[in-house]
């Protein structure tokens, strides 16, 4: 895991995971895949009234497709005890 703080834009970080998954089935025998993944991060919540984040994830899997997995999300607090999020 590599983190950067990017002053005013925030924390960014970035994960890297690479694994071997063996499965052992009754109906379909032994199989084994690899899955490498990477994941990216931005992170803002310098602020009490306000913050967001966005992330993206890849997974390569050697059985099957890459898959891309976007999310982003903001929150607002008006008051202290009220926090108002959307993502």
Known sequence: EVLTDLEDIGLFSMIGEARREDIKSTKLGKNS???NSL???LKNYRHNFFGYDASLRMDDYS???TEILPQAG???RPLENIKIRAL
């Open 74 to 76: 903001i929150f607002f």
């Open 63 to 65: 059985d099957y497709d």
């Open 39 to 41: 994941s990216l991060a």
């Open 33 to 35: 895949r690899r899955i």
